[in-house]
C-alpha cells in the first residue's frame, strides 16, 4: 500500500514537472516571438522609409547605423523620453487602454500563426475563428482611442475607424470561410498542408474563385489595417493624425507598432491561405533542424514580398474618399466575395467529388469544437 502510494506521488511529480517545463518553454516561445515581431514592427518603420525614399527619388535615413538601419532604434529611444501626456477632459482609464488594446489583439493572433510545421504557440482547430475574434480588438482600440481623446479630429478618425474596419470583415471574412471550406479544417496547419511547396498546388491557383478571393482578402486586409488608400482614420491632410492625435509617447509608438505588426500578420495570413506557407519545394531538409529554418526562410520570404506591395501600394495610390471607400465594400468586394464562396462550393462538389453534405459537416464539426450547441 505505501509502495503505491509512493509511486503515485512520484508519477504526480513527474507530471507536474513535464507540465513545468510545458509551461516554461511555451512562454520562452512567447517572449522571442514577441520581440521577434517588434522587431519586425520597428523594421517596418525603417522599410516604410526607404521604400517611400526610392520611390520619390530620395536616400531616406540615412544617417544612425549603416545605411540608416538603425533608425528605429532611435525613434523608439525617443518615444520612451518624450513626455507622456493624457488630455485634461479625456476619460483617462479608457485612454490609457486603447492602445494597449490594438498592441494586445495583434499579438494575440501570433498564437495560431503557423511559421513553420514545428513552430506554432497553438494548432487550435478553430484557429481561424480565434483569428478573427482576437483581431477585432483593433478596431476597437481605434474606436476608444478616438473616444476617450475628447477631441473632434479624433473622435472622427476613431468613428471613421471603426466603420472601415467592421465593414470591410465582411468580404475578408467571406473570402476567409471559402478558403476554409477548400481544406476542410479551420486550423491555419490544415490550410497549409492541402497545398503544395511549388506555385501550381497552392490554393491562389486552385481554381478562378479563389484566385480572385486572393485580391478580395489582399484589399480588405488593406482597409482593415487603416493603410494609404484606405488610411482615412488618420489622413493627415484633414485629421492632424486621426484617432491618435491627443497621444504621445509609448502610447503613441504602440498604436504605431500595432500597425505595423499587423500588417505583418495579414501578410502571414494570406501567404498561409493562398501561398503555400512554410512549404519548402521537394520537402528539401524534411521537419529536421535544417529543414525548420528552410521552413522559417520560405515563411517569412513570402510575407516580406507581400509587406513590401503594402508599403508600395500606399506610396503609389492616393487616398479614397470616405463614401467610395463604402462603396467599393458593400457594392463591389462584399457581393463578389459571396458570389466566390457560392461559386467555389460548386466547384468542390462538381469537380472533387465532395458533397455538400461533408462542406457542411466539416463547418458543423469546427462549430461543436468551438463550444456552439
Not at 500595432?258 to 498561409?272: G, K, N, P, Q
Request: hydrophobic share 50%; with cysteine.
Amino acid at each position: 500500500m505505501n509502495q503505491t502510494i509512493v509511486s503515485y506521488i512520484e508519477h504526480l511529480t513527474d507530471k507536474q514537472f513535464g507540465f513545468g517545463i510545458t509551461v516554461a518553454l511555451f512562454f520562452l516561445a512567447v517572449f522571442l516571438l514577441v520581440n521577434v515581431m517588434a522587431i519586425i514592427g520597428g523594421l517596418g518603420t525603417y522599410a516604410e522609409r526607404k521604400i517611400s525614399a526610392d520611390i520619390q527619388m530620395r536616400q531616406g535615413p540615412n544617417r544612425v547605423g549603416p545605411y540608416g538601419i538603425l533608425q528605429f532604434l532611435a525613434d523608439g529611444v525617443k518615444m520612451i523620453m518624450k513626455e507622456d501626456i493624457i488630455p485634461t477632459q479625456a476619460d483617462k482609464l479608457i485612454f490609457t487602454i486603447a492602445p494597449l488594446l490594438c498592441l494586445s489583439g495583434v499579438l494575440a493572433s501570433l498564437a495560431v500563426l503557423p511559421i513553420s510545421s514545428g513552430f506554432t504557440l497553438s494548432d487550435l482547430n478553430v484557429g481561424i475563428f480565434y483569428l478573427l475574434g482576437v483581431t477585432s480588438l483593433v478596431g476597437v482600440g481605434v474606436f476608444l482611442g478616438g473616444y476617450a481623446s475628447n477631441s473632434k479630429w479624433a473622435m472622427l478618425g476613431g468613428m471613421r475607424g471603426a466603420s472601415q474596419i467592421i465593414s470591410y470583415e465582411v468580404p475578408v471574412t467571406l473570402t476567409i470561410l471559402m478558403m476554409v471550406m477548400l481544406a476542410g479544417g479551420l486550423s491555419l496547419n490544415t490550410l497549409i498542408s492541402g497545398q503544395t511547396a511549388l506555385p501550381h498546388g497552392w490554393y491562389i491557383f486552385h481554381n478562378p474563385f479563389s484566385f480572385i478571393g486572393f485580391f478580395i482578402y489582399f484589399i480588405g486586409a488593406l482597409a482593415e489595417t487603416n493603410r494609404a488608400p484606405f488610411d482615412l482614420p488618420e489622413a493627415e491632410s484633414e485629421l492632424v493624425s486621426g484617432y491618435h492625435t491627443e497621444y504621445s509617447g509609448m502610447r503613441f509608438a504602440f498604436f504605431a507598432l500595432a500597425e505595423y505588426i499587423e500588417v505583418f500578420v495579414v501578410c502571414a495570413v494570406a501567404t498561409a491561405l493562398f501561398l503555400g506557407g512554410y512549404k519548402v519545394p521537394f520537402n528539401v531538409g524534411g521537419d529536421g533542424p535544417i529543414g525548420q529554418i528552410l521552413q522559417l526562410v520560405i515563411f517569412f520570404s513570402k510575407s516580406f514580398a507581400l509587406y513590401y506591395v503594402v508599403i508600395w501600394v500606399r506610396w503609389t495610390l492616393p487616398r479614397l474618399r470616405v463614401d467610395h471607400l463604402m462603396v467599393i465594400c458593400w457594392k463591389y468586394l462584399t457581393p463578389i466575395a459571396l458570389f466566390n464562396l457560392v461559386g467555389a462550393t460548386l466547384w468542390v462538389y462538381l469537380f472533387e467529388g465532395r458533397s455538400i453534405y461533408l462542406i457542411l459537416k466539416h463547418f458543423a464539426e469546427a462549430h461543436m469544437v468551438g463550444g456552439g450547441h
